[in-house]
């Protein structure tokens, strides 16, 4: 409620709990997710002339990108983080497309990801840029009493990327698993 924008002038403590899970997630994302949340309740806590004050849980206090935000601010930490993410070649400095199928037995799923996988390496459109990872389980693997898979392509030039699973997407209905999963394509995912 607090990072919500809510108005409570007596709140004088805030915590937040295990932002280990933020600071080593397998979501690039979430540490800056993190240092958005700090910031706002930060601001919440010591309103009307109170002193306020914000406890973190933490195993790693000498996170740097923890260190950074709470001795030098949200912007020293977000140059930061976007120099990892440059070192890293993660977005902006690549493009994402998300491939995930689904399935009811967490058999066809990974099969027909893997049938997608060759095609895409197979095809004359693909260059020695394209980075495919996968199949691997989603971060949940199993919604809905489905198993979900998936892969990610990865490329530094975002019209490429989008010229390659274009022309692989005519032929994808080829594949034998195909018409045996669900499977949708996320073009710059906000969520692995």
């Known amino acids: 409620m607090l990072a919500k924008g809510h108005h409570f002038p007596d709140v004088t403590l805030v915590s937040l709990l295990d932002v280990d899970g933020a600071l080593f997630s397998a979501d690039f994302r979430?540490?800056?997710r993190f240092a958005q949340l700090y910031t706002q309740v930060s601001g919440r806590a010591g309103r009307a002339g109170k002193q306020g004050e914000v406890i973190l849980q933490t195993h790693h206090p000498e996170?740097?990108?923890?260190?950074?935000?709470?001795?030098?601010?949200?912007?020293?930490?977000?140059?930061?983080?976007?120099?990892?993410?440059?070192?890293?070649?993660?977005p902006p400095w690549t493009s994402h497309v998300l491939i995930r199928a689904e399935d009811h037995n967490n058999q066809q799923a990974p099969?027909?990801?893997?049938?997608?996988?060759?095609?895409?390496?197979?095809?004359?459109?693909?260059?020695?840029?394209?980075?495919?990872?996968?199949?691997?389980?989603?971060?949940?693997?199993?919604?809905?009493?489905?198993?979900?898979?998936?892969?990610?392509?990865?490329?530094?030039?975002?019209?490429?990327?989008?010229?390659?699973?274009?022309?692989?997407?005519?032929?994808?209905?080829?594949?034998?698993?195909?018409?045996?999963?669900?499977?949708?394509?996320?073009?710059?995912?906000?969520?692995?």
């Open 30 to 32: 979430s540490a800056e």
């Open 63 to 90: 996170h740097p990108l923890l260190q950074t935000l709470l001795y030098k601010g949200y912007d020293a930490f977000a140059e930061q983080a976007l120099a990892e993410r440059q070192t890293m070649q993660l």
């Open 111 to 192: 099969l027909f990801l893997q049938q997608l996988r060759n095609l895409l390496q197979a095809s004359p459109l693909a260059d020695e840029k394209l980075w495919v990872l996968g199949p691997v389980p989603a971060l949940a693997p199993k919604r809905g009493g489905r198993w979900r898979w998936q892969i990610l392509l990865q490329h530094p030039s975002r019209v490429r990327l989008q010229h390659i699973v274009s022309g692989t997407l005519a032929l994808i209905n080829t594949l034998p698993e195909a018409r045996k999963v669900k499977w949708v394509l996320d073009v710059d995912p906000i969520e692995g």
